[in-house]
T-cell receptor, first 112, second 109 residues
Framework: ETGVTQSPTHLIKTRGQQVTLRCSSQ?????VSWYQQALGQGPQFIFQ???????GRGNFPPRFSGLQFPNYSSELNVNALELDDSALYLC???????????FGSGTRLTVV | EDQVTQSPEALRLQEGESSSLNCSYT??????LFWYRQDPGKGPEFLFT???AGEEKEKERLKATLTKKESFLHITAPKPEDSATYLC??????????FGKGTRLHILP
């Protein structure tokens, strides 16, 4: 059974650029959610996808968008990057019942 | 606004010294209370899900309990390898997952 894998592991971008982060869900999981974790803070919920539809969103602006594909893998896109977007971005997958979420190791994004 | 508050922010214990971590949450629409362990530079590792007051779950030296307003993570006779940040999170009726800031636990040998 494979876990959740995220790519890339590290990324440096310039303010104003756009970035795409990728996530492969754990086998059998049909729900994926994304989180932003600043240093020393808990993860902040960005949004969740179930069967390719967004079904929950946190307090993030529209420049944070996502996709879920038929194989349940997912992308997080962030446009017009700001310095405050620098953080660890985590992806988690689960079954629709949400009994437990399996996290990937994250993508460390630095915006300069 | 839905909140999850964890205390203490940091805790240093001697090996074998038992203690408890606290997680308090707003009550309305709870659809699950989660505990995770996070090691530096890694994603959170799932520990427990609790759903209703009075529920308890155990795993090795850890036991999680739930009341109507709080959850506790009890650590019995901890070892240095239990050192990590422990995160509490709630899932609400809109499927939003709200995390606390975590408790940084350090077990001294």
């Amino acid at each position: 059974e494979t876990g959740v894998t995220q790519s890339p592991t590290h990324l440096i971008k310039t303010r104003g650029q756009q970035v795409t982060l990728r996530c492969s869900s754990q086998s059998g999981h049909n729900t994926v959610s994304w989180y932003q974790q600043a240093l020393g803070q808990g993860p902040q919920f960005i949004f969740q996808y179930y069967r390719e539809e967004e079904n929950g969103r946190g307090n993030f602006p529209p420049r944070f968008s996502g996709l879920q594909f038929p194989n349940y893998s997912s992308e997080l896109n962030v446009n017009a990057l700001e310095l405050d977007d620098s953080a660890l971005y985590l992806c988690a997958s689960s079954l629709a019942d949400g009994h437990g979420y399996t996290f990937g190791s994250g993508t460390r994004l630095t915006v300069v | 606004e839905d909140q999850v508050t964890q205390s203490p922010e940091a805790l240093r214990l001697q090996e074998g010294e038992s203690s408890s971590l606290n997680c308090s949450y707003t009550v309305s629409g709870l659809r699950g209370l989660f505990w995770y362990r996070q090691d530096p530079g890694k994603g959170p590792e799932f520990l427990f899900t609790l759903y209703s007051a009075g529920e308890e779950k155990e795993k090795e030296r850890l036991k999680a309990t739930l009341t109507k307003k709080e959850s506790f993570l009890h650590i019995t006779a901890p070892k240095p390898e239990d050192s990590a940040t422990y995160l509490c999170a709630r899932r609400d009726r809109d499927d939003k997952i709200i995390f606390g800031k975590g408790t940084r636990l350090h077990i001294l040998p």
